[in-house]
């Protein structure tokens, strides 16, 4: 007789898995269908839609014809859109990397456990995401103005004159500003809740390897958080190529430095609601989508690429 030792006998027979009746799936549409609507509704239509109308062009004569792929030719040798994405590649290159390293410092200070009042400091870092973006544009639009907001009375209590922040050559760099206060208490949230849940035992080895705090933080905590790291820079990439409420707003107060097509988002509202090309801005709309959608899809890859 065949002796079996004690782990062998105490393993169960494996059970054949129980699939899932008609009954149980229909109670999983149930939960799942309000969110497959919703989601097929806002967002899966629109794009659909826009797809018909990037077919098609309105016309003085004849009204509405189909012309296939002619407003992607069109889009795809449009000056004004290859500027306007242009500079906000520029915003983006310049802008994402200051913003991020600001959020990635505050994190990390807030992580050491060296700073008092965490909770405080906390909060009031990620206050201005909680205003809107209106109201963050149109203050600091008041603050940046030369006649009646904060630089004009710097100019006028000193007696110098500084330069225009919504002139055309810093109007770039100005709503830079803007973007990364609103979003660098985002960000830190998002690096500062990774950093609480490495485990500590990897800072206690660390330290008994006699690595100091600079070491700590490039050799075990960056590499921790990587994850985090490249999701706040798909989404800064993706913020970037949509900009349009900063521009948008500010535009009131400096015409001449905003123009209609200095992002593609703002070209695209213009394309659609002041020079009623529906169809046209539906293409621009889509092609612009196509690459930030390339985009941030090639960071996340090289980003999650184990190294």
């Not at 309105?58 to 407003?71: A, C, E, H, K, P």
């Not at 200051?98 to 410092?105: E, F, P």
């Amino acid at each position: 007789m065949t002796l079996l030792s004690p782990s062998a006998q105490a393993v169960p027979p494996s059970r054949p898995r129980r699939r899932p009746t008609g009954r149980h799936g229909l109670v999983g549409w149930g939960f799942a269908g309000p969110f497959v609507a919703v989601f097929g509704l806002v967002f899966l239509a629109p794009i659909a839609y826009a797809g018909y109308l990037s077919l098609f062009r309105d016309r003085l004569i004849g009204g509405r014809s189909f012309v296939g792929m002619d407003n992607y030719r069109q889009a795809l040798t449009d000056p004004q859109f290859w500027d306007g994405l242009a500079r906000v590649a520029m915003f983006l290159l310049v802008q994402v990397p200051i913003m991020l390293g600001i959020a990635l410092l505050v994190a990390l200070v807030l992580d050491s456990g060296r700073l008092y009042g965490t909770s405080f400091f906390r909060i009031s870092i990620f206050l201005p995401y909680a205003v809107p973006a209106v109201v963050a544009s149109l203050m600091w639009g008041y603050i940046y103005g030369t006649q009646f907001g904060l630089v004009g009375n710097i100019n006028d209590a000193f007696g110098i004159s500084l330069p225009d922040p919504l002139s055309r050559s810093l109007v770039l760099a100005s709503i830079g500003s803007i973007v990364t206060w609103e979003f660098v208490g985002y960000n830190m949230l998002i690096f500062y809740a990774a950093l609480r849940v490495v485990p500590r035992s990897l800072y206690e080895a660390a330290a008994i390897d006699g690595a100091g705090e600079w070491r700590t933080i490039v050799s075990v905590k960056l590499p921790a958080i990587r994850g985090a790291l490249v999701i706040a820079t798909i989404f800064s990439i993706i913020g970037s190529f949509q900009l349009f409420n900063e521009p948008s707003i500010l535009q009131k107060l400096a015409p001449n430095a905003i123009t209609n097509d200095l992002t593609p988002n703002l070209y695209t509202y213009s394309l659609a609601f002041s020079g009623q090309q529906h169809n046209y801005a539906a293409t621009v709309a889509i092609v612009m989508g196509v690459i930030t959608a390339v985009i941030a899809y090639t960071v996340q890859l090289r980003g999650m690429r184990k190294a």
